[in-house]
């Protein structure tokens, strides 16, 4: 059957210390194709340190008015755990992308860790992302260079490479009697 | 604990007063998904025929400079075809519903994408004017209401910032360049103009806009106002350019500092809407040989992940 | 103008720059057909950087020789052009354009490091900085061969149909152009049949990873770089059409 392929998320980390946070997503047919598509989609200008990638099948996603306004979730309690990665959506505020990564919980479901999470990091969330540590793929710091420097050589996808300013100025300057009505 | 509909729609229509996002999985009135999918799928199909006027010039780009810079910004059309159609995918409608809606002719994009790219100076007639369009609704949009489309408007707008300076600086050049450059970009402003007024929709006083999109930040800015800015913007600079408007009727009103235009030409606008573009069945048929070229592709990569530990293949 | 080390050297560079120039050419052909969305958006990242690297070695055949990098693009005749065949073939289906990325981009794997051991130091500093960009074109070619090698009994098929097509073309990327030899001996760059060696193995993993067969007993399409092959001349008619409506000396 002719597909789309599937998707998946990708969280973009702009400099190394900081937090990676959802971009978009990519349809990929697996994992590594998902983290060059994420790169070649994503990474066309600066600045990129690392990129990760995960099936959006399993992504565990809330916002704060799904949880007020629905039943509270059970989710096994006692099972063995796994780790976890959370990420929220804190402000209002107009912005590129989606939810940050905050850290890591230990749960025996989805459900679980989010409840962990809200305890750890409040419950101010707009919007919370639950991801299973397994699902996620990441670039690695050895293959950084390859994947991230080649935005920086393209400086005329960048708006100031180009001085329409500069030469609207200059054409004007040679007609002082240009009459505009 | 809001449960009747006209609570959730009240509470919902608050959210976006006080200038929240609705995010994927929040409550939201059908009217509005379908609104929503509707007008972000059309953007989305509108960026992907868009790649095709332009594209079919990047073999001939006069220089090194021209062939890379018009390769990057009809790669960034094709980027932002893709971060609408992921917005629409989290309202529900997946990529193979959209791309059949286009490919059937069921689903709209901006007619201006039907009209043909006669010669290179269309591409800075295209990239000032048309781009320069875009850049308009564009950034009213990056303020709408639904999470997902305003931020892939966000970065859309960042990344539109060269496209229509790259096409300003080929018109500036070729305005003041060889008797046969300034003919080139003269004959296609002629052809692009009413094209790139036409973008901006029927007239206010024709155009179908509902009182819940502007409520919902999704249409902020009337058709007619935004046309008027883009045309006020526009025709000075061409003027200083010595280039002329195609358009006998063009008038400059002291009074409100607006430049007047002429009247658009409404049958031809319905006509090309309706698919009686000069271009729009080689547009689609471009679109559905690549579709259907793929299949195998997409089939080979899909099997091949099939069969190995899904989601984690080894290079 | 700095001085060549070696007369042979501008010509040399030449070569280079138009393999990459062609096949950047080539690879732009795709965006708006390509099999995907995301392919489209990856493919046309691939010819930027392929025609990014052409003009970095036109700018050094400019410092040796005084021709500008759009003079020698745009106003050379065919005959005039030094690339190897294999990036002058046209587009083909999508298994043919990822083998014809792949075998270049392996090869530019091999040949890059010695290029960068030149003795000529601008030679040296480009093919370091082309390096970085090269070692993702390897990832994602090799990835796009694997999984159409291995993927259905049609995407097989057209690989295998397009290496037995493509592998004598691509013979042809490692015969010495004439006076290499002596650039060789010079240390300005790296042996020829010490890389073809090397190209086979690197490539020849990958094809055999994903199910395909090296046609046996293959020779290199051409001999010498004079033989542009009938495909070249339609290709540059169209490319250099809107340039040469005007004089060389025209800006765009």
């Known amino acids: 059957m002719d597909t789309q392929w599937p998707r998946f998320e990708v969280f973009e980390q702009a400099r190394p210390g900081q937090p990676h946070r959802n971009a978009g997503a990519v349809h990929a047919p697996d994992a590594e194709m998902a983290l060059q598509n994420a790169r070649d989609v994503f990474v066309r200008r600066p600045d990129c340190a690392s990129l990760w990638v995960a099936p959006e099948a399993a992504i565990y996603s809330r916002t704060a008015e799904e949880l007020t306004a629905g039943e509270a979730e059970a989710g096994d309690e006692h099972g063995p755990t796994q780790m976890y990665q959370v990420f929220q959506k804190q402000s209002q505020r107009q912005a590129e992308t989606f939810v940050n990564h905050l850290g890591s919980v230990e749960a025996s479901s989805p459900e679980a860790a989010l409840r962990q999470a809200a305890e750890q990091w409040g419950k101010g969330a707009w919007v919370w992302w639950i991801v299973p540590e397994s699902a996620i793929t990441r670039s690695t710091e050895a293959e950084a260079a390859s994947m991230f420097a080649p935005a920086l050589n393209k400086p005329y996808r960048q708006p100031n490479y180009y001085h329409v300013q500069t030469q609207m100025r200059a054409v004007r300057a040679h007609d002082p009697d240009e009459d505009e009505a | ?315 | ?252």
């Not at chain 2, 609704?137 to 707008?157: D, F, K, T």
């Not at chain 2, 573009?277 to 592709?297: I, S, T």
């Not at chain 3, 020779?219 to 339609?234: C, F, M, N, S, T």
Request: glycine share 6%.
């Open chain 2, 1 to 315: 604990m809001e449960t009747t509909d006209e609570a959730r729609q009240e509470a919902f229509e608050r959210r976006i007063a006080r200038g929240e996002k609705i995010e994927p999985g929040d409550w939201m009135p059908d009217a509005y998904r379908k609104q929503l999918i509707r007008i972000i799928s059309q953007h989305a199909h509108s960026e992907i025929v868009g790649m095709l006027p332009e594209g079919a010039w990047i073999t001939r780009a006069p220089n090194l400079r021209q062939k890379l810079v018009l390769l990057a910004k009809v790669q960034d059309e094709a980027g932002h075809g893709q971060y609408l159609y992921h917005a629409a995918e989290t309202l529900g409608a997946t990529r193979e519903e959209m791309i059949e809606a286009l490919l059937t002719g069921k689903a709209k994009y901006s007619s201006v994408f039907n009209y043909p790219s006669l010669a290179w100076a269309d591409m800075g007639i295209i990239g000032w004017l048309v781009d320069g369009a875009a850049i308009l609704n564009q950034s009213m949009l990056a303020r709408c209401s639904y999470g997902p489309y305003s931020r892939a408007m966000v970065r859309i707008c960042m990344e539109e910032g060269f496209h229509k300076k790259q096409g300003q600086e080929m018109v500036i050049r070729y305005a003041r360049g060889t008797p046969g450059q300034t003919a080139m970009v003269q004959d296609a402003l002629n052809r692009w103009w009413w094209p790139a007024l036409m973008m901006f929709g029927p007239h206010d006083s024709e155009s179908s806009n509902s009182a819940a999109l502007i409520r919902w930040k999704i249409k902020t800015r009337t058709n007619d106002e935004l046309r008027q800015e883009f045309v006020n913007e526009l025709v000075p600079d061409l003027h200083a350019l010595g280039l002329s408007v195609p358009d006998p009727a063009l008038r400059y009103n002291a009074e409100t500092s607006n430049w007047i235009t002429g009247e658009i030409d409404w049958d031809e606008f319905w006509r090309v809407v309706r698919g009686g573009g000069p271009c729009n069945k080689e547009r689609l048929a471009a679109r559905q040989q690549a579709h259907d070229d793929g299949q195998w592709v997409r089939e080979a990569l899909a099997a091949y992940a099939a069969r190995t530990d899904a989601g984690r293949s080894t290079a």
């Open chain 3, 1 to 252: 103008m700095i001085a060549p080390p070696h007369p042979a050297l501008a010509p040399q560079l030449l070569a280079l720059a138009d393999d990459e120039l062609i096949l950047g050419h080539r690879d732009s052909e795709w965006c708006g057909h390509a099999p995907i969305l995301e392919e489209d958006i990856a493919f046309a990242n691939l010819a930027q950087d392929e025609l990014g690297h052409a003009a970095l070695w036109y700018r050094l055949v400019e410092q040796l020789s005084q021709a500008r990098p759009d003079h020698l693009v745009f106003f050379r005749q065919a005959k005039h052009y030094r690339c190897a065949q294999l990036v002058t073939l046209p587009k083909g289906d999508w298994a043919y354009a990822m083998l014809r990325q792949f075998l270049f981009d392996a090869a530019e794997a091999v040949r890059l490091p010695g290029l960068a051991a030149s003795r000529y130091a601008p030679l040296a500093e480009t093919a370091a900085k082309i390096q970085t960009e090269e070692i993702y074109h390897l990832r994602h070619t090799r990835a796009w061969v694997r999984r159409l090698g291995l993927g259905t009994e049609e995407s097989h098929r057209r690989m295998q149909a397009a290496l037995d097509a493509l592998w004598p073309y691509a013979l042809q990327l490692f015969v010495p152009l004439t006076d290499e030899a002596a650039l060789t001996a010079a240390g300005l760059v790296p042996a020829a049949a010490a890389m073809q060696q090397e190209w086979e193995a690197l490539a020849g993993a990958t094809l055999h990873d994903a199910g395909l067969v090296i046609p046996a007993g293959a020779e290199a399409v051409a001999q010498d770089r004079r033989e542009i092959g009938p495909h070249l001349p339609g290709l540059l008619d169209e490319m250099q059409a809107v340039a040469r409506l005007e004089g060389p000396e025209v800006g765009w």
